[in-house]
């Protein structure tokens, strides 16, 4: 019995460490965004200076951020979703080929990808200049997440079912699609988005390789505020990101316990 | 605590005593009632039950895996071993899964135990050899567990069990997982094996046949609480209550008027042959304890509502003759049909009077 | 419409996209690196050029003990989270898990706070030791670095396979006489070996292609990733840069088809 409270205590105390280790960074740096100095602490008050900098700074960031994961966002529902109906209703070894290769940009490091791009686009310097390029990289790395998660909801609602009794009252495949399928694959529809904007808006490797300094996301303006500007400032604007992005991570766990309780349900 | 003191009538292992075990679990979930039991040195006893019944527990607090309630005690021969955790208690146990560990072969898994009890590479080698000649699994041993049938692997699991020599063997419902053919074939296998090792042994099951075949004694179960125990033939022929009654076997409850030894239904009266019992009665008695014999005459009449050709009989439903219908097994011979006119005839020593009131 | 056509036209927008922006730049890529000076050679000089050889080793090396010390973490963590319960117990699992959105940049910014020069271990080991401690720009910055992304992906597959366990295992080799530490060594570990090859496979894969961390991180240390980032824009090593990529990408896909082949399913490899 002791052994038993000794080992639980052990375990305890090494798991409390590990935590510690990821979170304490987190929670100083957020702390250190919003203190007048950070070497003073607590002590020299609280303040949102360095955040109001951050914006003057950097507000073109967060903006185009926010513009190129909406993008993202939209072009992978337009193309991910009819593909995921594709793929699943023709099913067979071309569907399996078309999933690897959709699915290999999660396996090639985005510098990689990047480089690729860069070479193959180089010469039309109107859009590697401009934001749309990196919308493509995005695009790219994203659409497996949103494709599977609608094939994933597809599979569970037994969407082949749903089709034929909707043929068979009449409805044409582009019909069907509107007013039966998609409907019915709202949660797969909403996990994937949710996974979708949260990658774009932190994708960095991609990105970096890809930006001009016009055309800068936030991550790439932290890793410029962690090279040049102070502590506090660097502190602030990923304190701001902590804030774009933890209220994505909430929802996507709340979702992810909904859809097994759902799908128990079923 | 080993199994080989005393070879007295080929009976090997302990004596096991259960004293006043109970069961709440931790969500409030009253599993078992306080229950007390003796088993006898070699004995084999099954629990028997509908699920939920308690069975499982208790025999998960005989194996060490449960404990009981607050002054539950167990005892293993004279030893209280209460407080003993299941890795010292020398427990055989056989799982209703199984539980073969899928990355040992299976003769690692037989001689997993025997690691543990200090036997030399040697010996395990050979106590291995025994096990496997004794469940009949020659050449298996080398296989992998995926590689097994579902009687192969039953067998493995039994094997394991055994090896170790232990105090007592349990086993949670080990024919359940497989199809109706070869549980009855394994079930004889079973029985066979547990004569031969002769060590004390718990068996839990919800099948009445299996605990029929397989028991010395049965202790039928119900939502927590022991119902009835008793050999085979006592728990048949004169269950205690009306769910032992129906649960190990086809029942006909009959509710009458008891008056001078006969008992007042619907289509006639029956001779039950126990006078001094006055006033409303229940009894039961089995299908095939009843006679089909020719309507002038009988006591008790009825008219037979539908035939069941079962195959080695024929099940009859008749009704009339008391406010349910009575269900008589008839030989398969017996020229009869639906719309007949029937007598019903009963051996009183084959008619049992029930508790009334309760369920 | 024929159901045929429409299935047809719902591949289409997709097909050109992922042709257009993936495909050919890859194949593209392929080429560029075998257009150098040196031809088809330059794909072996990452196994030949003595720099090479010694950043390609000293990033299996990184991968390899990141993958190991974080399937140690995570293992005990994991086993100890999923079995027990205790008040707040669901809080520790979000803290542990949090981390999985941090892009590489951040994680570095995380290890500067720790280790850098106003960093946290600096501040307490002064005040200890009277000497700072500062290891942010070294390569235990970096290893740091790396566990900081892998503990979080490794710690959610393991937790998930041990929440499959089954526990009548454990109980028959209780039965048969053995002790916690025989139950891990001969069921409970053995179990997880899947899991261990799936999520180590990832982890080593990720760690393999990190770029963020060590840009932010790194001012000397040698990985491939900054290599190639240096050849391309800094050395103008057109071709050399995306021979490296491509076999850079060659490794990772490999360990990563080794780790769906056991059933790992999928994280993105990002940090």
Redesign the interface.
């Known amino acids: 019995m002791m052994r038993d409270r000794l080992i639980f205590a052990g375990q305890l105390l090494f798991t409390l460490l590990v935590a510690a280790f990821l979170i304490v960074p987190a929670a100083l740096s957020m702390l250190a965004g919003v203190t007048a100095n950070y070497f003073r602490g607590i002590s020299s008050g609280f303040t949102l200076q360095w955040i109001v900098q951050v914006w003057d700074l950097y507000a073109d960031t967060i903006g185009r951020s926010f513009l190129i994961a909406g993008a993202t966002l939209v072009v992978t529902l337009f193309i991910g979703i009819p593909a995921a109906y594709a793929l699943h209703v023709r099913g067979g070894r071309m569907a399996r080929a078309i999933e690897e290769i959709i699915t290999l940009p999660l396996a090639i490091p985005g510098l990689a990808i990047a480089l690729a791009l860069l070479l193959t686009y180089n010469g039309f310097s109107d859009f590697r200049r401009s934001w749309l390029f990196i919308l493509a990289g995005h695009v790219v790395f994203t659409l497996p997440f949103m494709v599977r998660s609608v094939m994933a909801i597809f599979s569970a609602i037994d969407v082949k079912t749903l089709d034929e009794s909707a043929s068979s009252l009449g409805a044409s495949p582009l019909r069907r699609f509107l007013d039966v399928i998609v409907p019915n694959a709202r949660p797969g529809i909403l996990a994937g988005s949710l996974m979708v904007v949260t990658l774009s808006l932190g994708e960095f490797n991609l990105t970096w390789m890809l930006h001009t300094p016009l055309t800068k996301t936030l991550p790439v303006g932290l890793a410029d505020s962690y090279a040049s500007m102070r502590l506090e400032v660097a502190s602030a604007y990923t304190l701001v990101f902590f804030v774009m992005i933890i209220p994505l991570l909430i929802a996507m766990q709340m979702f992810a316990s909904w859809g097994e309780a759902g799908g128990a349900r079923k | 605590m080993s199994g080989k003191d005393g070879h007295q009538n080929g009976h090997h292992g302990v004596a096991v005593r259960i004293a006043g075990c109970g069961k709440t679990f931790g969500d409030g979930t009253r599993a078992l009632e306080p229950v007390s039991l003796d088993i006898a040195r070699g004995e084999t006893v099954v629990l028997l039950g509908p699920s939920g019944c308690g069975k499982t527990t208790l025999l998960r607090m005989v194996?060490g895996?449960e404990t009981p309630d607050a002054d539950g005690r167990i005892f293993f021969n004279d030893a209280d071993v209460t407080a003993v955790?299941?890795?010292?208690r020398?427990?055989?146990?056989v799982?209703?899964?199984y539980?073969?560990?899928?990355?040992?072969n299976v003769a690692e898994n037989i001689a997993?135990?025997l690691k543990?009890?200090g036997a030399s590479a040697p010996e395990r080698k050979a106590r291995v050899a025994e096990l496997v000649t004794l469940t009949g699994i020659e050449g298996l041993e080398h296989r992998r567990i995926d590689q097994l049938s579902g009687g192969q692997r039953q067998r493995v699991a039994l094997a394991?069990?055994v090896a170790?020599r232990p105090s007592v063997l349990l086993l949670d419902e080990p024919l359940t997982a497989l199809d109706a053919a070869l549980r009855e074939r394994l079930r004889g296998e079973l029985n066979r094996l547990l004569r031969t090792l002769g060590v004390t042994a718990i068996y839990v099951t919800h099948d009445q046949a299996e605990a029929m075949a397989l028991g010395d004694r049965i202790v039928v179960m119900r939502k927590g609480a022991i119902a009835q125990v008793g050999a085979p033939r006592d728990i048949y022929f004169a269950p205690a209550s009306r769910f032992v009654a129906e649960f190990v076997g086809a029942a006909n409850i009959l509710e009458g008027v008891s008056v001078a030894g006969a008992l007042t239904l619907r289509g006639g009266t029956l001779a039950i042959g126990k006078t001094g019992v006055e006033g409303p009665a229940v009894a039961m008695v089995r299908p095939e304890s009843i006679v089909i014999v020719a309507a002038d005459g009988a006591s008790l009449t009825g008219e037979v509502a539908s035939i069941s050709f079962v195959g080695d009989r024929q099940r009859l439903s008749i009704s009339g003759a008391a406010e349910r219908p009575i269900m008589v097994d008839v030989p398969n011979t017996l020229m009869v049909k639906a719309g007949d006119q029937v007598g019903l005839s009963v051996d009183p020593s084959a008619i049992r009077l029930l508790p009334k009131g309760e369920a | 419409m024929r159901l045929k056509t429409f299935v047809w036209l719902c591949l289409l927008p997709l097909t050109l996209v992922v042709l257009a922006f993936f495909v050919l730049p890859m194949v593209r890529l392929m080429l560029v690196g075998g257009s150098g000076p040196q031809g088809l050679a330059a794909y072996a000089t990452i196994l030949t050029e003595p720099r090479y050889r010694a950043t390609l080793i000293n990033t299996v090396v990184l991968a390899a003990a990141t993958t190991i010390v974080s399937l140690v973490v995570a293992t005990i963590a994991g086993l100890f989270l999923q079995r027990t319960r205790f008040p707040g117990r669901s809080v520790l699992v979000a803290m542990l898990t949090f981390p999985l959105a941090f892009p590489g940049v951040v994680v570095g910014f995380m290890i500067i706070l720790l280790a850098g020069r106003q960093g946290l271990i600096g501040d307490l080991t002064l005040r200890v030791f009277g000497d700072k401690l500062v290891f942010a720009y070294t390569i235990q910055g970096l290893f740091l670095g790396y566990l900081y992304f892998s503990i979080p992906r490794v710690i959610l597959t393991i937790m998930a396979a041990v929440e499959k366990l089954d526990p009548s295992l454990e109980e028959a080799a209780r039965a048969l006489g053995a002790g916690p530490w025989a139950v891990h060594r001969d069921v409970i570990l053995p179990a997880l070996g899947p899991a261990f090859v799936a999520s180590g496979a990832i982890a080593f894969a990720t760690a393999m292609g990190a770029f963020g961390t060590a840009f932010t991180l790194a001012t000397n240390i040698d990985v491939l990733p900054m290599l190639i980032y240096t050849e391309f824009t800094l050395s103008a090593n057109i071709a050399i840069a995306a021979a490296l990529s491509v076999g850079l990408g060659l490794v990772a896909w490999a360990v990563l088809a080794l780790a769906r082949s056991f059933g790992g399913g999928s994280v993105a490899a990002a940090g």
């Open positions: 194996a895996l955790p299941i890795e010292q020398n427990v055989g146990m799982f209703q899964s539980a073969l560990f899928p990355n040992m997993y135990g543990f009890r394991r069990a170790v």
